[in-house]
């Protein structure tokens, strides 16, 4: 018996909710069928840990029968690429699909109704996966009735963003890290061009790597997603304020390097006891890329 046609149309929608430790965009749909979030940032998520997307970022996947009868839809959290979908540059798949899952695989939704479900993390209790950037792809299909040749799916990506650590006992995943993740600069004075951290760069690979370093602001624009900035924080206004020590850095086979960042707030009253955040962007001149989040405090 031939198997029923899957029909995809990938929609997003640019409006948002913010939560303090996750982001959701839209909704993703087909006709008939529609999911909300269409687009999930989860971060800070810790190691060894369960975390309940419910309880810690009051979040609920939401499916929605456009239909007039009920539906049956399967769940499957799977890499991108098994999913067909494409992910921000600086997110890596995640290792193991099955860290992230849902409380229920099947679902029946009635006819023109919505199901809330919950979602759970559990990254194992190893501390090179701290530091980690990573995306998953969603998988939700109706499941066909007797007699059905088509089948609705949509496709979110849902991205994971685990626990900064700077000091680590082993080497992150990947062939690129990392460390720390995320700095914090409290009460940054302005104008003072003070050394505000470093960062370490792993390359994991057997092989050096050329690797540009540089600042960068994510810009949204219609239609395209972007790294959103953490709760609470606004991009900095120039990306010159976030300055690397080096624009370009070779490291070789299973080594690190540091680099020295400097943050340099214009001294104006407008600026003062502000929330920043800052992008430093680390890619190989072929393969991964990874991005470490500079957030400061602004004060006088």
Same mark, same amino acid.
């Given at each position: 018996?031939?198997?029923?046609?899957?029909?995809?149309?990938?929609?997003?929608?640019? +409006?948002?909710?913010?939560?303090?430790?996750?982001?959701?965009?839209?909704?993703?749909?087909?006709?008939?069928?529609?999911?909300?979030?269409?687009?999930?940032?989860?971060?800070?998520?810790?190691?060894?840990?369960?975390?309940?997307?419910?309880?810690?970022?009051?979040?609920?996947?939401?499916?929605?029968?456009?239909?007039?009868?009920?539906?049956?839809?399967?769940?499957? %959290?799977?890499?991108?690429?098994?999913?067909?979908?494409?992910?921000?540059?600086?997110?890596?798949?995640?290792?193991?699909?099955?860290?992230?899952?849902?409380?229920?695989?099947?679902?029946?939704?009635?006819?023109?109704?919505?199901?809330?479900?919950?979602?759970f993390?559990?990254?194992?209790?190893?501390?090179?996966?701290?530091?980690?950037?990573?995306?998953?792809?969603?998988?939700?299909?109706?499941?066909?009735?007797?007699?059905?040749?088509?089948?609705?799916?949509?496709?979110?990506v849902?991205?994971? #963003?685990?626990?900064?650590? %700077?000091?680590?006992?082993?080497?992150?995943a990947?062939?690129?890290?990392?460390?720390?993740?995320?700095?914090?600069?409290?009460?940054?004075?302005?104008?003072?061009?003070?050394?505000?951290?470093?960062?370490?760069?792993?390359?994991?690979?057997?092989?050096?790597?050329?690797?540009?370093?540089?600042?960068?602001?994510?810009?949204?624009e219609?239609?395209?997603?972007?790294?959103?900035?953490?709760?609470? +924080?606004?991009?900095?206004?120039?990306?010159?304020?976030?300055?690397?020590?080096?624009?370009?850095?070779?490291i070789?086979?299973?080594?690190?390097?540091?680099?020295?960042?400097?943050?340099?707030?214009?001294?104006?009253?407008?600026?003062?006891?502000?929330?920043?955040?800052?992008?430093?962007?680390?890619?190989?001149? #072929?393969?991964?890329?990874?991005?470490a989040?500079?957030?400061?405090?602004?004060?006088?």
């Amino acid at each position: 018996m031939r198997a029923p046609a899957r029909i995809f149309v990938f929609l997003l929608f640019l +409006f948002g909710i913010h939560f303090s430790a996750g982001t959701a965009w839209g909704e993703k749909k087909d006709i008939g069928l529609s999911v909300e979030p269409g687009w999930l940032l989860i971060r800070n998520v810790p190691v060894g840990q369960l975390y309940d997307m419910e309880h810690q970022t009051k979040t609920l996947f939401k499916i929605h029968n456009g239909s007039d009868k009920p539906r049956r839809y399967r769940l499957k %959290a799977d890499r991108p690429d098994k999913v067909g979908v494409k992910v921000l540059r600086g997110y890596a798949s995640i290792p193991d699909p099955a860290w992230f899952w849902f409380e229920k695989n099947e679902v029946l939704v009635q006819a023109n109704g919505t199901e809330e479900i919950n979602m759970f993390v559990r990254i194992p209790d190893e501390e090179k996966y701290c530091n980690q950037k990573w995306a998953l792809g969603i998988d939700v299909e109706g499941k066909p009735e007797a007699g059905e040749g088509l089948v609705l799916a949509v496709s979110p990506v849902f991205y994971i #963003e685990t626990e900064s650590r %700077a000091e680590l006992k082993e080497k992150p995943a990947g062939f690129l890290g990392l460390a720390p993740a995320t700095i914090v600069l409290e009460k940054t004075a302005l104008g003072k061009n003070k050394t505000t951290s470093t960062i370490k760069v792993y390359n994991n690979d057997s092989r050096p790597h050329f690797y540009k370093i540089g600042s960068i602001i994510p810009h949204a624009e219609p239609g395209r997603q972007v790294i959103p900035p953490s709760s609470g +924080f606004s991009w900095i206004h120039k990306k010159e304020w976030l300055k690397p020590s080096v624009s370009a850095l070779k490291i070789g086979p299973h080594e690190q390097k540091s680099i020295t960042l400097h943050m340099d707030i214009p001294e104006k009253t407008d600026l003062l006891n502000q929330r920043w955040e800052g992008i430093v962007f680390v890619e190989s001149e #072929e393969g991964p890329a990874d991005f470490a989040r500079v957030q400061v405090k602004s004060s006088e």
